[in-house]
């Protein structure tokens, strides 16, 4: 997955997080490595948290199926 792909909302997040930590470096004296090292490590724990949250707390994560089916169990029953 590459950043592009993710939602959106998570590539404006990530852009939020990359702005505060610019914010807390003297921008003059800088070097550009210091911030590509930067906005890679954050673009990466964005991809990663995404890949993640889709394998493991997504609409079809197991956990989330299990707890559709015990809704439906409370269901009261349907009249034909």
Known sequence: MEFKDLPMPFQEMAA????SQLATLD????EKETIDTISGNVRRAFIGLYEEKRLFGGQNSPENKN???DEKLNEPPRES
Do not use: P
């Open 16 to 19: 939020n997080v990359i702005r």
């Open 27 to 30: 921008l003059s004296t800088v």
């Open 67 to 69: 707890q559709a089916n």
